[in-house]
């Protein structure tokens, strides 16, 4: 995981904020989908907030309405009471968790709060979904922010991605490189994770973070995690695990979670519905 920020502190006193840790070479993309060059639309960080110890974004769902309680992802390792157990799916937890928002140049213009974690799992996935005692409309109306907008399709390989921190105000810029069918790290195991190229080198403190494609601004996944020694399989050195179950280590790679089955799951008034029909999330 990309973890809240006692290693990325010491690498950043030993490196400086600016400087980036080493990474593996860029593996290859041949989709011809990774030889598509949109145009790019402008990425920033408006929408994004800064948590404790993590990053994340206010999202909004294509059928959300302005005047639903507005939301807040992140991932499930930031989750204020702890790692969710392999297996655990929390839903309806009470939360007053604070999230700082963020304008386009990256200065908190406001404090939102929550009042409740709707969904928030590490099994598959590594997400938290928080509920603001905000509208969009609110939002907008006091801070000039609208919400990002959660993508509903896959996202393709070659895609051109930002990754934007709200903790650390600090954007990373690369492509999907591919889809990696499980990622396990330690007693955890992801489904599906998008793998980047070499240039988005996360370091603590980006967990929970936007992954944002530059050509519709729409958040397609949630960064989370990177192999960060060589190990294989153990906590902050995720290796990725193939159909056939052959094993594979990419030192200095980063992956995020997609979010595309996200909204199959939330109704009118942004309710969570896990039984709503095309919703794949983990259930409790």
Known sequence: MNKPLLAALSALALAGLGAAPAVAAPLTVNSPAAKAKPAAVTVNFAGTVSLSNCSGSVIR??????????????????????????????????????????????????????????????????????????????????????????????????TAIKVVSGYWKTTYSCNIDGFVYQ?????????????????????????GSPVIDTSTGKVVAVNNTGNESGERCTVDNPCEVDENGTVTVHQGINYAEETYEIPACFTTGNTLNLGAAGCTLPKP
């Open 61 to 158: 769902f294509p059928n959300s309405a302005d005047s639903d309680p507005a939301l807040v992802l992140t991932n499930g390792h930031c989750l204020e009471t702890g790692f969710p157990a392999p297996g655990q799916v929390i839903t309806g937890q009470s939360s007053s968790r604070t999230f700082g928002l963020l304008n386009a140049g990256g200065s908190k213009i406001a404090t939102l709060r929550a009042n409740q974690v709707v969904y928030s799992t590490m099994t598959d996935t590594d997400v938290t979904i928080y509920r603001l005692t905000t509208t969009y409309a609110q939002i907008k109306s006091s801070y000039g922010i609208s919400p990002l907008t959660v993508n509903d399709t896959h996202p393709v390989a070659g």
């Open 183 to 207: 990622l396990k790290e330690g007693d955890w195991t992801w489904k599906d994770s998008v793998r980047y190229t070499s240039s988005c080198n996360t370091i603590g403190g980006t967990s």
